[in-house]
């Protein structure tokens, strides 16, 4: 039996990363147990060809899905988690995301707690992960008790040329919140050198407010905090009763150890923390730990997604391109009932990273090479809310393998949204015959496959009949178990879910910090 500790951190991404640093001046003897190591620094890290054709960094693990044929989800395994690789949009949700809302395909559920009760975390969260932005711009936001702590990132030309052309069409667009460590007022001394290799790709000088270097690595020096990487958790053992989990199993280089922890808290991201529930039944907890409600891997969301990418006679010269976000049809409008999403922009297209897509793109502009399809696009990130449906959901097989479930909801919605931004295209120069989905983003032709905004699989509630967790994301069943990443969301919105995430580990850990003060 290995040593005792005061709270065990499974997984440090958005979640459990964010809950170390909350909870490491408490000076109580905290274990992170991550399953993967710290993410190279390496020239690779900024190479499109490594990264998007040859999936450098994504896990080798084989998941199911509903229909049973194996496929490679994008997850990422690294001292950070997913946050190493994200785009940094770091965005609140929207007081509406917090109540019920009528969708085509069904209602999106009201959460517990409202974003009143968030606020308070958003802004904590904002300041430590140095979000920049501008207030008041977006109108969809809520109110803030803090102003961004950092200057909203400036336009490059082109982007301000499309800005200005919407809001000559009466659009109202704005500047994207985003965590990167840029000073503009001070380039010489700024930690991040404004490139182009931010989303979707490690960054080289750790200037992305990623966990691992916002949350992770500033207390690694702390003596009560302890970090094992390479430590894969495998199963939660509970007392006979079942209302205590009393040894954390893992497996590290092949050996088997177990560590104790008065507090237990899983963060390995939402399939993976249902995974590792699923994979700890017991006779006191016959369908999986913490599973009488037989809620467990359901209500799994990643929001219904499209890349986009539009040609323009202009050149788009722009470095950093994550500066423009449009709400203009976040919610209900005039014309169109039901909410339909986020526009934002994603990182800018390259020639090796487009290789794959050759043939369609370069049917577009047929006297362009590849090249120049990339030297002219602009491209676009489309974000409609998708449904917590149960069937949607994370089951475990004999092996402890991840199935996972998923039909899309709300495609109406996401096609609306697509039409919308074709409409708008008209005031910025780009003609919209000039626009395709850009697949070579994200591996789209296997759509469970890219599952970069997993959510919901463990959700949080106030009847323990229809939730995991309870308002404290504890689980409801066991005394020492928190669940403390993207899984306790009961919806998703239809912005970035890791600020949220990011917020709630700010939460809980005051919960605990308090549960186990002295
Ligand atoms: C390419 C990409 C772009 C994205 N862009 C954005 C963006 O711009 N804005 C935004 O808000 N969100 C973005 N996201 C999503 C965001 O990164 C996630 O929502 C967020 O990181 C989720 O936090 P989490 O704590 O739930 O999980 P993660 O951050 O994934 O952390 C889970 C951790 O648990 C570890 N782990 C898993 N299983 C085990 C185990 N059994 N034992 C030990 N450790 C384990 C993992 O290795 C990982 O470190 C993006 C994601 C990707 C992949
Ligand atoms: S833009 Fe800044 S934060 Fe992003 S990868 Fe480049 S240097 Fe890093």
Redesign the pocket.
């Given at each position: 039996m290995a040593e005792h500790y005061d709270v065990i951190i499974?997984?440090?991404?958005?979640?459990?990363?964010t809950l170390a640093h909350a909870l490491a001046g408490s000076g109580k003897r905290i274990l992170l147990?991550?399953?993967?190591d710290f993410l190279p620094r390496e020239t690779q890290n900024w190479d499109p060809r490594p990264v998007f054709v040859d999936g450098r960094y994504i896990s080798k693990d084989t998941w199911f899905g509903g229909d049973g044929k194996p496929f490679q989800p994008?997850?990422?395994?690294?001292?950070?988690?997913?946050?190493k690789?994200?785009?940094?949009?770091?965005?609140r949700l929207r007081p509406g995301d917090f109540g019920e809302l009528r969708h085509v395909d069904g209602v999106s559920p009201a959460w517990p707690l409202s974003y009143d009760d968030f606020e308070p975390w958003y802004s904590k969260a904002e300041q430590m992960y140095q979000v920049h932005g501008n207030d008041g711009e977006d109108p969809t936001e809520g109110h803030r008790s803090q102003p961004y702590p950092w200057p909203a990132v400036s336009h490059e030309p082109r982007i301000a040329e499309i800005s200005a052309g919407l809001e000559k069409g009466g659009y109202r667009p704005f500047h994207a919140p985003c965590g990167i460590l840029l000073d503009e007022a001070n380039r010489p001394a700024s930690t991040c050198i404004r490139c182009t290799w931010c989303?979707?790709y490690p960054c080289l000088v750790h200037a992305k407010s990623d966990?691992e270097v916002i949350a992770v690595r500033p207390v690694l020096s702390q003596p009560n905090v302890t970090l094992l990487t390479g430590?894969?958790?495998?199963k939660l053992e509970t007392d006979a009763g079942g209302r205590t989990v009393t040894g954390v199993v893992v497996y590290r280089d092949g050996d088997r150890a177990v560590y104790t922890g008065d507090i237990v808290a899983v963060?390995?991201?939402?399939a993976?923390s249902a995974?590792?529930l699923l994979n700890s039944a017991s006779d006191a907890h016959p369908h999986g730990l913490a599973n009488g409600s037989d809620q467990v891997g359901r209500n799994y969301m990643f929001h219904n997604c499209k890349a986009v990418v539009a040609l323009s006679k202009e050149k788009n010269d722009t470095v950093f391109q994550k500066t423009l976000g449009i709400n203009d049809f976040y919610f209900a409008t005039d014309d169109y009932e039901y909410p339909a999403g986020n526009i934002q922009m994603i990182g800018k297209s390259n020639a090796e990273a487009m290789r794959g897509e050759k043939p369609k793109l370069t049917k577009l502009s047929p006297e362009w090479t590849l090249s120049d399809v990339a030297g002219h696009a602009v491209d676009f990130w489309l974000t409609t809310e998708d449904l917590p449906r149960p069937e949607n959901r994370v089951t475990t097989d004999a092996d402890g393998s991840v199935h996972l479930a998923y039909k899309s909801t709300n495609d109406a919605e996401a096609d609306r949204l697509y039409e919308e931004l074709k409409k708008i295209l008209n005031h910025t120069g780009m003609a919209e015959h000039h626009v395709l989905g850009k697949n070579f983003y994200?591996d789209m032709s296997i759509p469970v496959a890219g599952c970069?905004?997993?959510?919901g699989t463990c959700r949080f509630g106030t009847d323990p009949a229809t939730s995991v967790l309870d308002v404290n994301c504890k689980a409801n069943e066991v005394d020492n178990l928190y669940v403390v990443?993207?899984?306790f969301f009961p919806s998703i919105g239809a912005v970035?879910?890791?600020?949220t995430?990011i917020a709630n580990a700010l939460r809980v850990g005051e919960i605990i910090q308090q549960r186990i003060a002295p």
């Open positions: 499974i997984g440090t991404g958005a979640g459990g990363g147990l991550e399953r993967g994008q997850v990422h395994y690294f001292v950070g988690g997913a946050t690789l994200y785009g940094a949009a770091l965005y989303d979707g966990a430590a894969e958790v495998t963060c390995a991201g939402a993976n995974k590792l994200m970069a905004h997993q959510a990443d993207t899984s970035n879910p890791a600020l995430a």
